[in-house]
């Protein structure tokens, strides 16, 4: 790039000079020319004006004197007015020159300038042309955006009609309200469950004792009559004791009894699941709702501001917001899940992980 300039700056130098000894050439055949004039119009001078004094030296031979006096005074005033014309010469000379130069400057710079303003000029059309693709694009693009808030605006209904939402927001109290009861109901169900549950072995010893005494029951301590009826109350006494002691199957009923525990335990532990589940269905309902509206507000909110944009022909970058807002940008935001979520079985969650 240097040497291209440096080359260019040699070759404006050389022309430069080029024109400085045409123009010498010219202000010399001038000069000649004018010399040629002066020296031929001096030799041939009528012989009246080339002797203007032979006639007197003819007539007057006595006055050599003045007559030589008078052609030294030709002589030097033809001198002066030739050195006069001489100078003015050179004057001319030097301004024809110098307003040569100053032309082919102007003509220079004017070219150059000429050449400057081509180049801008093919700069600006290229990038009108770049910014006219690139308004064009937005414009699409905006068509694309007014096309999908439109079709959000049809599908959100009354998502904003009332202040957090109308009846969807008492329907969340109540279902709160509906939560907060269960949770309750079933946290008095999971305390008598362990109450039954430290309760079994008392019952399991008591059973076990009621089992031994009756099996060491006997009928000695009854009274002996002499006529047999002692001996005929004690034989029913002991059949009673031994129908309770051995008839009645204990065993079954500590079967059934472990049987209701289990069963006791099965629901408790569905009864935990459940109250699990419900919990983390209010938390991510009362966590994610706001944060939801507020996104489909921020959402809408820009939708508006571009629309009001595009009508006073501002044109607002789109980016900078999907760059603020990444989740928006790579997972949109589906009105249609703010609708409440019924008929849930208790091992489905309400919105995906």
């Known amino acids: 790039m240097a040497a291209r300039r440096e080359n260019e700056t040699l070759r404006e130098e050389l022309r430069l000079m080029h024109i400085q000894l045409q123009s010498l050439e010219k202000v010399m055949r001038l000069q000649e020319r004018e010399a040629s004039k002066s020296l031929t119009g001096r030799h041939h001078l009528p012989p009246s004006q080339a002797a203007p004094y032979q006639s007197q030296k003819r007539w007057e031979f006595g006055g050599g004197c003045l007559l030589c006096r008078a052609y030294a005074e030709c002589t030097s005033v033809s001198l002066h007015v030739i050195g006069r014309a001489d100078g003015l010469l050179r004057a001319w000379r030097h301004h024809v020159l110098r307003l040569l130069m100053q032309q082919t400057a102007e003509a220079e710079s004017t070219d150059r300038e000429k050449a400057d303003l081509r180049m801008k000029l093919e700069t600006a059309a290229s990038q009108a042309q770049t910014l006219q693709v690139h308004a064009d694009s937005l414009s699409l693009?905006?068509?694309?955006?007014?096309?999908?808030?439109?079709?959000?605006?049809?599908?959100?209904?009354?998502?904003?009609?009332?202040?957090?939402?109308?009846?969807?927001?008492?329907?969340?109290?109540?279902?709160?309200?509906?939560?907060?009861?269960?949770?309750?109901?079933?946290?008095?169900l999971e305390r008598r469950l362990d109450f039954a549950s430290s309760r079994l072995p008392l019952v399991r010893s008591l059973l076990a004792r009621s089992r031994h005494l009756s099996r060491q029951t006997a009928p000695t301590f009854l009274p002996l009559d002499t006529n047999g009826a002692g001996l005929e109350n004690s034989s029913t006494q002991t059949e009673w004791d031994l129908g309770v002691g051995y008839d009645?199957?204990?065993?079954?009923?500590?079967?059934?009894?472990?049987?209701?525990?289990?069963l006791a335990h099965q629901e408790r532990q569905q009864a935990i699941a459940d109250r699990d589940l419900l919990a983390s269905r209010l938390e991510e309902d009362s966590r994610?709702?706001?944060?939801?509206?507020?996104?489909?507000?921020?959402?809408?909110?820009?939708?508006?501001?571009?629309?009001?944009?595009?009508?006073?022909?501002?044109?607002?970058?789109?980016?900078?917001?999907?760059?603020?807002?990444?989740?928006?940008?790579?997972?949109?935001?589906?009105?249609?899940?703010?609708?409440?979520?019924?008929?849930?079985?208790?091992?489905?969650?309400?919105y995906p992980t």
């Open 248 to 262: 009645v199957d204990l065993t079954a009923d500590v079967e059934e009894l472990k049987e209701m525990v289990r």
């Open 141 to 188: 693009k905006l068509q694309a955006s007014d096309a999908a808030l439109q079709a959000a605006n049809q599908k959100s209904g009354t998502v904003f009609d009332g202040v957090p939402g109308g009846a969807r927001a008492e329907g969340l109290r109540s279902n709160t309200t509906a939560l907060a009861t269960l949770l309750r109901r079933l946290q008095v």
């Open 288 to 350: 994610t709702f706001q944060e939801r509206v507020d996104a489909v507000k921020a959402k809408c909110e820009f939708q508006s501001v571009t629309m009001k944009s595009r009508e006073t022909g501002v044109i607002i970058c789109e980016l900078f917001f999907f760059v603020s807002q990444p989740k928006i940008l790579t997972a949109p935001l589906c009105i249609t899940e703010l609708q409440p979520r019924q008929h849930l079985s208790h091992n489905q969650t309400p």
